[in-house]
């Protein structure tokens, strides 16, 4: 292990490909049954199993925002009526 980490410190910071492949190599001594399969950006490796769960999330909060305000204009509507009714009787709905 000690020597996995000696060989992970001795890699330049402009030789990305070297650490890469150390870590690797690394990881494989240690667990090999954990090496990884996929390398790349996460936004690229997240980007496929994701898209759907995304697109949910944004409909859902579109829904959520519209919702929302329904019920503030609802309640705006309400809160009017009864205020108008509360200051001129004549306004107030009359069920005889």
Do not use: W
Not at 13 to 37: F, I
Not at 50 to 70: D, R
Request: charged share 15%; glycine share 10%; with cysteine.
């Amino acid at each position: 292990m000690l020597s996995s980490a000696t060989r992970l410190g001795a890699c330049g910071k402009d030789d990305a490909n070297a650490a890469v492949r150390a870590t690797r190599e690394a990881l494989a001594q240690v667990a090999p049954d954990l090496a990884p399969e996929v390398s790349g950006p996460a936004g690229e490796i997240l980007a496929g199993p994701f898209a759907l769960v995304s697109t949910a999330g944004v409909t859902a909060l579109s829904l959520g925002a519209l919702t929302l305000a329904l019920a503030m204009v609802g309640l705006y509507g309400v809160q009017s009526h009864l205020t108008a009714a509360r200051v001129d009787p004549n306004v107030a709905l009359r069920y005889e």
